[in-house]
């Protein structure tokens, strides 16, 4: 059963407005989780991350909320850039050796289509 | 995905043969990870490694073996490949709670 899931396989967005990726997990041993992006036949690029102890981690254009209660968190792009088009991968960790640097746990992604 | 190079890129196998795919590091960092992607599917980790000398399992090992002889170096092999392990083979360094990944190795198993 996926620990991780982003229900969303795809979201188009205009240029310019927020985008709004959503994420949703099972497991409560998980204490940390980050957001990675892909472009195609590349490997993923970090892009932001937040601790379980914390609701929310600002870095420029991107914001990612954490409701720890509803096991749910977020990634906001405010404004959304062409160059923001890819696949959004959720990731948690947490559950293989704990601590940092664990094994990630991800969700099968999101394709964000940003358009002119 | 600076530092952290796969090798190969492409691979076609035939049922039964077998592989190494290598996964270098010029960081410094202890901790490895082998992940797969299918399509449609998200990362999903198959073994991974805290330091030299030691590996375990994660979410997908059957059909691997690992190995961690040297700091930079974290080896993925194939003993007998079959059709089910084509995939997208991804190596990733873990530095705190962030992981960085190599560009990928396009594997397929006729």
């Known amino acids: 059963d996926q620990q991780v899931k982003q229900n969303s396989p795809s979201l188009s967005v205009q240029e310019g407005r927020i985008s709004i990726l959503n994420c949703d997990y099972t497991?409560?041993?998980?204490?940390?989780f980050l957001w990675y992006k892909k472009y195609p036949a590349e490997g993923p690029t970090f892009l932001i991350s937040?601790?379980?102890?914390?609701d929310k981690n600002e870095d420029g254009r991107f914001t990612v909320f954490l409701n720890k209660s509803a096991k749910h968190l977020s990634l906001h792009i405010v404004p959304s850039q062409p160059g923001d088009s890819a696949v959004y991968f959720c990731?948690?960790?947490?559950?293989?050796?704990?601590?940092?640097?664990?094994?990630?746990?991800f969700g099968k992604g999101t394709h964000l289509i940003i358009q002119p | 995905n600076a530092g952290v190079t796969q090798t190969p890129k492409f691979r076609v196998l035939k049922t039964g043969q077998s592989m190494t795919l290598l996964c270098a590091q010029d960081?410094?960092?202890?901790?490895m990870y082998w992940y797969r992607q299918d399509p449609g599917m998200g990362l999903r980790l198959i073994h991974y490694?805290?330091?030299?000398?030691?590996?375990a399992k994660g979410e997908v090992p059957d059909g691997y073996n690992v190995s961690r002889l040297k700091k930079q170096n974290f080896l993925l092999g194939l003993e007998s490949a079959a059709p089910s392990q084509t995939s997208v083979y991804f190596c990733?360094?873990?530095?705190?709670?962030?992981?960085?990944f190599g560009p990928g190795t396009r594997l397929t198993v006729t």
């Open positions: 960081m410094n960092h202890e901790y």
């Open positions: 497991n409560s041993m998980f204490d940390y």
């Open positions: 490694s805290v330091g030299e000398g030691t590996t």
């Open positions: 990733a360094v873990g530095i705190t709670y962030e992981q960085y």
């Open positions: 990731a948690a960790s947490g559950i293989y050796s704990g601590g940092g640097a664990d094994g990630l746990t």
């Open positions: 937040i601790s379980s102890i914390k």
